[in-house]
């Protein structure tokens, strides 16, 4: 086999494996995506009717069920799925090929190389997911029946017109994302593959439970490392407060706000189905990943 040809297939698929995982997280998991935008995007309870505002997670999933209907839970689910399997692609590429770059001239990646390497990789997949998310964001925050929710297109369409493609528009919450993504993905990364490395060099190889563990114990701590980067994209994305007036800009001056006004509490909201989501959805895409790579090169390598 021709040397690049063969680093042109295992790129090929480690791209196929990434993608087979995204998609399979998403679908499993968005509802709970739902519920952690509803309650992040939510500030102080302003209104007295108690129907508008949810008090958790259970309160959250009981009123989108009884107002909405049960397919409402995978609102918005278009535009992750269009963008979550060539972005979960592209993280796990990306990854891959920034891990060679930070080896430093050493034989085997250190913490530190895989930390830069996950940094590197969420910073890129940031500037393709920003758009859907966008979108995303605005279908997940409306309250209508499903059959009354606009589609992802025309939402889309009309945020184009209105706002363009810049800051205001579809690239809206860029900074914040770039920061959500690259956060999660040091912790993500650094702590999951350092682990494995530790248990290989032990002469120990790891079981589908104890990856299935590691995986959920690596989401759930990157969750919680970057989620008030997480509600800071939620409100810069999302509907404003007030009508015709943008409170929510900037990634930092957002955070500022929301601790100032609502107590570092606020910056947590979502948390619990943010975890309850990307614990197991964490999981789920190692073991995906991996274990659709194994199968692809033993098939088509």
């Known amino acids: 086999?021709?040397?690049n040809e063969g680093k042109g297939k295992e790129r090929l698929i480690s791209l196929s494996a990434g993608a087979s995982a995204g998609f399979v997280e998403v679908c499993l998991m968005h509802p709970l995506d739902l519920v952690k935008t509803r309650l992040q995007l939510?500030?102080?309870?302003?209104?007295?009717?108690?129907?508008?505002?949810?008090t958790g997670i259970a309160d959250c999933m009981k009123k989108i069920y009884k107002n909405e209907g049960i397919l409402s839970f995978w609102k918005g689910i278009l535009p992750p799925i269009l963008v979550?399997?060539?972005?979960?692609?592209?993280?796990?590429?990306?990854?891959?090929?920034?891990?060679?770059?930070?080896?430093f001239g050493q034989e085997k990646p250190s913490p530190m190389t895989y930390s830069l390497a996950g940094a590197c990789a969420g910073a890129t997949e940031s500037f393709l997911v920003t758009p859907f998310e966008v979108v995303k964001i605005h279908l997940q925050a409306n309250r209508a029946k499903m059959k009354e929710v606009p589609s992802p297109?025309?939402?889309?369409?009309?945020?184009?017109?209105?706002?363009?493609?810049?800051?205001?528009g579809l690239f809206?919450?860029?900074?914040?994302?770039?920061?959500?993504?690259?956060?999660?993905?040091?912790?993500?990364?650094?702590?999951?593959?350092?682990?494995?490395?530790?248990?290989?060099?032990?002469?120990?190889?790891?079981?589908?439970?104890?990856?299935l563990g590691l995986g959920f114990a690596a989401g759930t701590l990157a969750s919680c490392a970057n989620?008030?980067?997480?509600?800071?994209?939620?409100?810069?994305?999302?509907?404003?407060?007030?009508?015709?007036?943008?409170?929510?800009?900037?990634c930092m001056k957002t955070i500022i706000v929301i601790y100032k006004e609502e107590g570092?509490?606020?910056?947590?909201?979502?948390?619990?189905?943010?975890?309850?989501?990307?614990?197991?959805?964490?999981?789920?895409?190692?073991?995906?990943?991996?274990y659709m790579g194994y199968f692809l090169m033993q098939y088509f390598a």
């Open 84 to 103: 979550e399997t060539p972005k979960r692609a592209i993280k796990f590429f990306t990854f891959g090929e920034f891990q060679r770059l930070f080896m």
């Open 153 to 168: 297109f025309t939402v889309a369409k009309e945020i184009y017109h209105k706002n363009g493609i810049g800051r205001n």
């Open 42 to 54: 939510q500030a102080k309870q302003e209104t007295a009717n108690k129907s508008d505002y949810y």
């Open 172 to 211: 809206k919450g860029l900074s914040a994302t770039i920061m959500r993504g690259s956060v999660f993905n040091i912790v993500y990364f650094a702590l999951y593959h350092s682990i494995k490395d530790m248990s290989s060099a032990h002469s120990r190889k790891m079981g589908v439970i104890e990856k």
């Open 227 to 250: 989620i008030p980067f997480d509600v800071a994209k939620s409100r810069i994305q999302g509907p404003q407060p007030e009508l015709g007036k943008v409170k929510y800009r900037s």
């Open 1 to 3: 086999m021709i040397p």
């Open 264 to 290: 570092w509490k606020a910056l947590y909201k979502g948390l619990v189905p943010k975890v309850l989501r990307l614990g197991p959805g964490g999981a789920i895409m190692l073991l995906v990943n991996e």
